[in-house]
């Protein structure tokens, strides 16, 4: 059973600073996918990564994938209190059911 | 391009009620895909529909069914409502092959009493 670990579960930082959102997952995928969702909304795609070594940036935030370790990273840089949100790896995986499985996600909160 | 449209946005049921919610897929998918998310957990996978049948589901009970209709919209059914349904349902709209992607509707915040 294909499972997806992220951690850590909750974050807080200072606005500034630097960290990384680990995500973890138990068997084969080259696809996978990071969404922000907003308190009481839907998600919001942010990054889709496709292959081994992929990375892809967009503002603050970057995202990799090493499908060797079966490992990606959301790294955060300089945080802005706009990016407080909680954020959600997930793998997609196509035997039978074409269907994203997710991680438990990370609450991040990021203080003046 | 239009995107997945979900309805209705709020809904309040009584324990024992059925409830109906409905998704319009985005232009070009053909699959749609239902999950549930409980509040302060990630989304969990109800199940899937394709070319109008289901096409696997997760590990939830009969009294949670769908139908899918020829233009690729959907409806996710739930019978006998219990407390523990409480929760954001997100329909998302697929296409399968390489290029496939998943496009979220804004969900259906169910409350049940």
């Known amino acids: 059973e294909l499972k997806v670990e992220q951690n850590p579960l909750f974050l807080s930082m200072q606005e500034g600073k630097n960290y990384t959102i680990y995500c973890n997952y138990s068997t084969t995928s080259d696809r996978l996918y990071w969404y922000r969702q907003d308190p009481g909304k839907s998600l919001e795609s942010l990054f889709v990564l496709l292959s081994n070594g992929a990375v892809k940036q967009e503002g603050r935030l970057m995202a990799s994938l090493d499908t060797k370790a079966r490992l990606s990273t959301l790294h955060i840089t300089a945080a802005v209190h706009d990016l407080s949100a909680t954020y959600f790896c997930a793998v997609d995986r196509i035997q039978g059911a074409q269907k994203l499985v997710f991680g438990q996600g990370t609450r991040l909160t990021i203080n003046p | 391009e239009t995107g997945v449209t979900q309805s209705p946005t709020h809904l309040i049921k009584t324990r024992g009620q059925q409830v109906t919610l409905r998704c319009s897929s985005q232009s070009g998918h053909n699959t749609v895909s239902w999950y549930q998310q409980a509040l302060g957990q990630g989304p969990q996978f109800i199940f899937q529909?394709?070319?109008?049948?289901?096409?696997g589901r997760g590990n939830f009970p009969p009294r949670f069914s769908g139908l899918q209709f020829p233009n690729y919209s959907s409806e996710l059914n739930v019978n006998a409502l219990e407390l523990d349904d409480s929760a954001l349902y997100l329909c998302?709209?697929?296409?399968?092959?390489?290029?496939?992607?998943?496009?979220f509707g804004s969900g259906t915040r169910l409350t049940v009493v």
């Open positions: 529909y394709y070319r109008e049948e289901e096409n």
């Open positions: 998302a709209s697929s296409s399968p092959g390489p290029k496939r992607g998943y496009t």
